[in-house]
């Protein structure tokens, strides 16, 4: 149980073009789900949190407008990188939590590479 | 705010040679202390959750144990195959977006 996928696993992309990474939670259902970034041999670094139904929260220094979430379900969240350029390339993982649990795990996906040339 | 430090940042161990990754918190009240595992190029993998003092919970070769300030990941008798990099994450009741703080990893190396 909780398995949480993501799609794609790697992307390459032109600088100046947009990316649409999904987010599903395959066996339980996440009214939050969160975006991190992670840097090589860094850890993570929370991007934003996922609301279902509502806006996202994003952490200071994220921009909003440059990193699109939309949670239109309890099971997909979606990041979009907006006219991305070489600096956006890293490592992208996002997280759920079970709303049903009474429990504080959140289960991650595999990743998604995005590389921005 | 809530803070993370784990030690060593990494960690050479022989096959077989026992040792513990150590994780340091601060917390205004502690709602729960996690372990992940993660492997190179993939996502991070629960491995436990810890919620108050004295708590222990043990998996394979790994066991992990909670006190006020600290927490730790014994590896007992390590095989290659548990080279990874260890993340430990608590969450504070006053975190009310339920998110996680992360301590900067353990990465451990296993030699045959």
């Known amino acids: 149980g909780a398995v949480v996928s993501q799609h794609p696993s790697w992307v390459i992309c032109k600088s100046g073009t947009s990316v649409k990474i999904e987010c599903r939670s395959l066996?339980?259902?996440?009214?939050?789900m969160f975006w991190y970034r992670q840097f090589p041999k860094q850890s993570l670094m929370l991007m934003a949190t996922?609301?279902?139904?509502?806006?996202?929260?994003?952490e200071q220094g994220v921009e909003k407008d440059k990193f699109l979430i939309n949670h239109a379900s309890l099971t997909l969240s979606t990041l979009t990188v907006t006219s991305a350029h070489p600096e956006d390339s890293s490592f992208y993982i996002c997280?759920?939590?079970?709303?049903?649990?009474?429990?504080?795990?959140?289960?991650f996906g595999p990743g998604t590479r995005l590389t921005v040339t | 705010e809530d803070q993370v430090t784990q030690s060593p940042e990494a960690l050479r161990l022989q096959e077989g040679e026992s040792s513990s990754l150590n994780c340091s918190y601060t917390?205004?009240?502690?709602?729960?202390l996690f372990w992940y595992r993660q492997d190179p190029g993939k996502g991070p993998e629960f491995l436990f959750t810890l919620y108050s003092a004295g708590e222990e919970k043990e998996k394979e070769r790994l066991k992990a144990t909670l006190t006020k300030k600290e927490s730790f990941l014994h590896i007992t008798a390590p095989k290659p195959e548990d080279s990874a990099t260890y993340l430990c994450a608590v969450q504070g009741v006053s975190n009310a977006g339920n998110m996680l703080t992360f301590g900067g990893g353990t990465r451990l190396m296993v030699k045959p």
């Open positions: 917390v205004s009240g502690l709602r729960g």
């Open positions: 066996d339980f259902q996440a009214t939050t």
């Open positions: 996922s609301n279902e139904g509502s806006k996202a929260t994003y």
């Open positions: 997280s759920a939590r079970d709303v049903a649990g009474t429990l504080y795990e959140q289960y």
